[in-house]
Structure formats: C-alpha cells, structure tokens
C-alpha cells in the first residue's frame, strides 16, 4: 500500500478549499432555512414567536401551512415570502433635527 505525505502546505490549501466551498453553500441559501418544510416549533423559533402568535397567524392566513396527520408544516419560501411582503420601510431619519 502506497503512503503519501501531507504537508503543512497541502493541509492549508485543503483548509482554503473548504472554507470557500463552505462560503459558497452559506451564500446559495441566504441563512435561509436548508429544509422545504418546518415543524411549528421551528418557524416559532426562526420568527421569534409564541405558539398562540403562530395559531393565529394560521387562522387569519397570514401564513399558510399543511397539515398531514396532526403535525403541521410550513413551507420555508412561503416565511420568506410572507416576511418580504409585510417588509416596513421607516420613513423618518433619526437624529436629524428641523
């Protein structure tokens, strides 16, 4: 069986590689969730909410979800769309005085 040597050298440009292919799949999902769906817990911790924000963000419509056996799903592009659309532009400066 062949032996190879690993040098310092060798082991900082698989170092490089890595960490550029890591900035590259870090910058194809945006943070954004990695999975299709989430669990209630999961969208309750993304959005920072409390289970009875969530129930009636379900029951107004502002977020839609499945439900397959008693377990709820959202659809992680439908958060993302939901929070553009509700997006707030502040129209005041701060600290700037007239």
């Known amino acids: 069986m062949p032996t190879e040597i690993v040098t310092t050298d060798d082991l900082r440009e698989f170092k490089l590689e890595l960490l550029k292919e890591i900035k590259q799949l ?3 999902h945006h943070g954004q969730p990695t999975k299709k769906w989430l669990k209630s817990y999961e969208v309750r911790k993304l959005l ?3 289970p009875g924000t969530l129930q009636n963000m379900r ?3 502002t977020l839609a979800f499945t439900k397959i056996g ?3 799903f959202y659809d992680s592009e439908e958060i993302q769309k939901m929070m553009a659309e509700n997006r707030v532009n502040n129209r005041f400066e701060f600290g700037r005085r007239k």
């Open 70 to 72: 008693g377990v709820i």
């Open 59 to 61: 029951v107004n419509g």
């Open 26 to 28: 870090f910058a194809a």
């Open 48 to 50: 920072n909410i409390s």
